[in-house]
């Protein structure tokens, strides 16, 4: 009888433990595949190799940005009243006499952007050597090549205007790996044009890339560039530390520099001793302001021999000051330096368009500044 009783026991135990073995292995699905896999589906995905490509997706395939619209804007399922009579012949039971008509849905018209009538319409983009047009950037190529000061440089102007500041956008390494330019570039997806950057991994105390902050240490020396959201580029020295604070409008700064402008616009003439090792003639990659969505990158070349009035010409870049001065004749309002020497490029329409000699020895970076098409 004992033995009957304790193996009745054993059955109840055994079949509450196979309960609650169950019952715990469901609940553990339920976690990982409501949680778990959607929380690593919600997390961005680096690029293959550490790199972040930068390209934003906050639009749709034509271009219109969804996105900044207001919910009256956006609401299709939105109320309509009902028309004259519908309610009456409900109310009695009998359907109405004829369909009632609806008017189309038209999609609400977006605000007239301030440099409209230099956008193309939507769907149609127009590209040569010199310059690109799309329904969302105008921009042109300009090569210059003649005296600059007491010497012969050469340099590249890219004038920009963007209709959203995603427009312009970075992409970088995660990690201590460098990689090729062009590797960079290829990584955020062939954008329109490309400028190498301010070597963040090495360089920046301070560090934000398209809204994320990747840095935020706080040196006593340089200068630095905040590019907001809003469109706005604003320059900082570190007398404004501690104060700056890394807010939600950020979408990138950038820590190498110097500003090259004052605050009226005009050329600086000394940039203050943490950059004397490298005022003098090399090449340049560099950020123009004219005003919100209106920029100018300039990559000076240099350190290579090229043919200037039929003769060889060694060319070596370009000084902070001349530099300078070329943004304020060209009416900017503020600039400022990335990274220059070697790691100094430029890329547009398919074609990297300033490196070093040989271009086979193409010098590793960290991070490049892109203008391309939101997808």
Known sequence: ????????????????????????????????????????????????????????????????????????????????????????????????????????????????????????????????????????????????????????????????????????????????????????????????????????????????????????????EGDFCVMCRDGTIMMHDRTDLPAFEITDDVYQVWDFGPSLLDGDGKARTSFGSWYNNITGRNPRSSIGYFEPYHYCFIVADGRKTIKYNGRNTYIKGIRFTDLAKIYEDLGCVSAYCFDGGNSAYAYYNGEIIRHQEPSDDMRKIYDIICVGEIR
């Open 1 to 220: 009888m004992k033995a009957m009783k304790r193996q009745r026991k054993l059955l109840i135990f055994t079949i509450v433990l196979v309960d609650v073995m169950l019952f715990a292995i469901c609940l553990l699905s339920f976690c990982y595949f409501h949680h778990v896999r959607r929380m690593w589906a919600a997390e961005p995905e680096a690029g293959e190799g550490g790199i972040i490509a930068g390209r934003p997706d906050i639009g749709t395939d034509d271009g219109a940005d969804t996105a900044a619209r207001s919910p009256e804007e956006t609401d299709s399922d939105a109320e309509t009243p009902p028309r004259d009579g519908d309610g009456d012949n409900d109310a009695a039971g009998q359907p109405p006499e004829t369909e009632p008509e609806t008017e189309p849905e038209t999609e609400p018209p977006e605000p007239k952007h301030k440099f409209e009538e230099l956008f193309a319409p939507k769907g149609d983009v127009e590209v040569t050597d010199t310059y690109y047009k799309s329904h969302d950037i105008y921009m042109t190529v300009t090569e210059v090549t003649g005296p600059v000061s007491d010497y012969i440089a050469r340099y590249y102007v890219l004038d920009v205007y963007v209709r959203y500041i995603e427009n312009i956008f970075t992409t970088y390494s995660t990690s201590d790996v460098r990689y090729p330019f062009i590797d960079l570039v290829t990584s955020a997806g062939d954008p329109i044009a490309a400028v190498s950057g301010d070597y963040w991994r090495l360089n920046a105390d301070i560090a934000v890339r398209n809204g994320v902050t990747l840095s935020e240490k706080r040196r006593t």
